[in-house]
């Protein structure tokens, strides 16, 4: 074979190769703009949240974390876990280099009330006079009611507890909120 045949005959397969290098180079570029957009905003969240990077800086981090994956996204072999801990690194890092130049929690941010605790306090009145109606009644409507509102019960599941069907379940939970309501109203009066 002359050199002239071996050229062109290894031509059409450079050229398939080429195109397919370059198909494939498309694909991964299409693929970073899904994973990109994805997840930027969740690492930006969890270098906010969790580790109260400013919110400029956390943007860098995620963008250099994205970066790194696109460098590195063969090795990767599940991609979310790696990148949450990617941003977590990514974080302390920025932290032991910057530590020097924040200043130190206040006192203020240590002292967070739990919202569950609060909304507890505040209801609190309310169940213990909800208790007291509850001692004034007989023991069916005391059972009913709290399973009604101290268990959660819905009206069906009173209802299947009871052995009765729901259209009744709800006439007597109807007729036990009116006993307690006369009854404690009358508590009250007494006293």
């Given at each position: 074979m002359s050199p002239y045949l071996r050229i062109v005959v290894m031509w059409p397969l450079i050229q398939i190769g080429a195109m397919t290098l370059i198909t494939t180079h498309l694909q991964d570029d299409r693929q970073?703009?899904?994973?990109?957009s994805g997840y930027f905003g969740l690492l930006v969240q969890?270098?906010?949240?969790?580790?109260r990077v400013p919110d400029s800086e956390a943007e860098g981090l995620a963008h250099d974390v994205l970066m790194s994956y696109l460098r590195k996204s063969q090795d990767v072999i599940e991609l979310r876990p790696w990148l949450v801990g990617?941003?977590?690194?990514?974080?302390?890092?920025?932290?032991?280099?910057?530590?020097?130049?924040?200043?130190?929690?206040?006192d203020d941010k240590?002292?967070?009330v739990d919202p569950a605790s609060v909304r507890i306090l505040d209801s609190l009145p309310n169940q213990l006079a909800a208790r007291e109606a509850l001692e004034c009644l007989n023991p069916r409507c005391r059972e009913?009611?709290?399973m009604r509102?101290?268990?959660?019960?819905?009206?069906?599941?009173?209802a299947e507890r009871l052995g009765v069907k729901p259209k009744y379940a709800q006439k007597l939970i109807a007729k036990c909120l009116r006993r307690a309501e006369t009854l404690y109203g009358e508590k009250g009066k007494v006293q």
């Open positions: 970073f703009e899904v994973v990109y969890i270098a906010i949240h969790k580790f990617a941003i977590c690194h990514a974080s302390r890092h920025y932290w032991r280099l910057n530590s020097r130049n924040v200043a130190p929690d206040t240590l002292d967070r009913i009611l709290s509102y101290f268990e959660g019960c819905t009206v069906i599941e009173v």
